[in-house]
């Protein structure tokens, strides 16, 4: 194993407030929609739209992050070993083979984690951002004439499956932070920056004679 740091403190900062503000739209979110009854329906309309503006707002600084110090090449969808971690993750990770990927600073998702941030940027978040954006501005449908091709209960019923599938997206992220060396190698990577990989042997340099 070799120590490297991975994560920069900005990283680790955007991460876990938008873990905490993307739960808190979720619990908010679906006592709204009558799933349960805790806060009561006027603070969780509150506390909803809050999140959801503070969320906006901390993306938009995130993207100029990314953009600014290149980050952002680290989302980049790659087909190279893609086939070998599913089998890893199906399979292989059961029974003790090896990592097939291997983290670097520069290199820290592996295929299928930029696979996934591909779907929830370009499917997930546009179906949560758009249908919320038009509930919570249902008032101004009239004046633009949406309230012609458009109900309410269509952009809740969108919005809800949306929540639902950020919902799977999050247990399949908190799972997955489970896999490294230690159950809890990646959450401590996330606090602290710095994760423990494997080290590739194969990118070490032979002794010449």
Same mark, same amino acid.
């Not at 499956?161 to 999050?170: D, R």
């Given at each position: 194993?070799?120590?490297?740091?991975?994560?920069?403190?900005?990283?680790?900062?955007?991460?876990?407030?938008?873990?905490?503000?993307?739960?808190?739209?979720?619990?908010?979110?679906?006592?709204?929609?009558?799933? #349960? $009854?805790?806060?009561?329906?006027?603070?969780?309309?509150? =506390?909803?739209? %809050?999140?959801?503006?503070? *969320? /906006? !707002? &901390?993306?938009?600084?995130?993207?100029?992050?990314?953009?600014?110090?290149?980050?952002?090449?680290?989302?980049?969808?790659?087909?190279s070993k893609l086939v070998a971690m599913a089998r890893y993750y199906m399979f292989g990770i059961?029974?003790?083979?090896?990592?097939? #990927? $291997?983290?670097?600073?520069?290199?820290?998702?592996?295929? =299928?984690?930029? %696979?996934?941030?591909?779907? *929830? /940027? !370009? &499917?997930?978040?546009?179906?949560?951002?758009?249908?919320?954006?038009?509930?919570?501005?249902?008032?101004?449908?009239?004046?633009?004439?949406?309230?012609?091709?458009?109900?309410?209960?269509?952009?809740?019923?969108?919005?809800?499956?949306?929540?639902?599938?950020?919902?799977?997206?999050?247990?399949?992220?908190?799972?997955?932070?489970?896999?490294?060396?230690?159950?809890?190698?990646?959450?401590?990577?996330?606090?602290?920056?710095?994760?423990?990989?494997?080290?590739?042997?194969?990118?070490?340099p032979e002794k010449t004679h």
């Amino acid at each position: 194993m070799t120590r490297i740091y991975v994560f920069k403190r900005y990283e680790r900062f955007w991460h876990w407030s938008q873990a905490v503000l993307v739960i808190l739209m979720l619990v908010t979110g679906f006592e709204i929609h009558g799933s #349960y $009854h805790s806060l009561g329906f006027e603070r969780a309309v509150r =506390l909803h739209t %809050l999140s959801a503006w503070t *969320l /906006l !707002a &901390l993306w938009a600084f995130t993207i100029f992050w990314q953009f600014t110090t290149g980050e952002w090449r680290q989302y980049i969808p790659t087909a190279s070993k893609l086939v070998a971690m599913a089998r890893y993750y199906m399979f292989g990770i059961f029974v003790g083979a090896p990592h097939p #990927y $291997h983290k670097t600073a520069l290199k820290k998702h592996n295929p =299928l984690q930029r %696979l996934a941030y591909l779907v *929830l /940027l !370009a &499917l997930v978040s546009p179906i949560i951002w758009g249908s919320g954006l038009l509930y919570l501005f249902y008032a101004y449908w009239g004046g633009l004439g949406l309230d012609r091709w458009l109900s309410l209960e269509q952009v809740a019923t969108v919005h809800t499956a949306g929540a639902f599938m950020m919902l799977v997206f999050v247990i399949a992220h908190v799972y997955l932070t489970t896999t490294g060396h230690t159950v809890f190698a990646h959450i401590k990577a996330m606090i602290t920056g710095w994760d423990e990989v494997e080290e590739d042997l194969r990118a070490t340099p032979e002794k010449t004679h």
